[in-house]
């Protein structure tokens, strides 16, 4: 690669680096501000953050193009406990939001999941309130970049026949759980090892943790924001 072709991508991941920081700034004091009604959101590109009931309705009513979509984000809430699991491993636990997201992006529809076109977009992202501890927890991640490190194109191809595919959803997202892209081990597997050592402090799970943190980070890329509630401030 030539020192300038070089120099442009490392410019180009920077860059990426900042609009991620950005994105996470601003969701996290929006979420944080005020309670949100639902679990799925659509971010657009001038930044209005729309439910998913409501993105479809203007998409059918033509008030809103797919391709205004930017940021596909997923909030859970919890009250009173902090499971670690969610804290620190957000897309590991919320897998079934990447197929989500990815087929969105594809511009597909299914009215039984939370699958709509937003061809434009080009963030997922995973929140975490704990109002126990007023605390937000924001991961961004680049939506094509996980796609590709999770092989979510080759899943896709040769099942998806037409633009509604409701029928098609279910094996769609069995593929992708049980893909063994963790140390060895599938989604659901890495999620009960991440469990079982942070609850039940099963410390002998210590090394199987470490290299599922090592591919979660490899895998999601993600950038990463916690916010106070309390004091307004931002921890990277």
């Known amino acids: 690669m030539k020192i300038d072709e070089l120099l442009k991508r490392l410019e180009n991941v920077k860059i990426n680096e900042n609009e991620k920081r950005e ?9 944080g501000n ?8 659509v971010m657009t590109k001038d930044r209005a953050i729309y439910d998913y009931d409501e993105y479809r309705d203007l998409l059918k ?7 205004d979509a930017y940021v596909y984000v997923k909030i859970d809430y919890f009250t009173g406990y902090n499971p670690t699991d ?27 999941y939370h699958i709509a076109p937003t061809t434009g977009l080009k963030y997922v992202t995973v929140v975490g309130k704990f109002l126990g501890i ?24 040769g099942d998806v026949r037409n633009k509604h595919i409701d029928d098609e959803v279910d094996k769609i997202l069995s593929g992708f759980l049980s893909q063994k892209l963790f140390a ?20 002998s799970l210590a ?11 490899r895998i999601f890329q993600p950038f990463r924001i916690e916010y106070h509630l309390n004091t307004k401030q931002f921890v990277v």
Do not use: C
């Open 86 to 112: 969610y804290f620190y491993y957000p897309f590991l636990v919320n897998s079934y939001l990447l197929p989500y997201a990815y087929l969105s992006k594809l511009g597909l529809k299914a009215d039984l």
């Open 184 to 203: 060895g081990y599938d989604f659901i597997e890495a999620g009960n090892i991440i469990s079982r050592y942070y609850r039940k402090h099963d410390t």
């Open 134 to 157: 007023n605390h937000i927890v924001v991961e961004v991640a680049d939506i094509d970049n996980v796609a590709a490190n999770t092989h979510l194109p080759t899943l896709i191809h």
């Open 23 to 31: 994105i996470a700034e601003y969701i996290a004091q929006t979420f």
């Open 207 to 217: 090394k199987d943790v470490e290299a599922i943190k090592d591919a979660y980070n």
């Open 34 to 41: 005020k309670r949100m009604q639902d679990l799925f959101y």
């Open 61 to 67: 009513s033509n008030k809103i193009s797919p391709n």
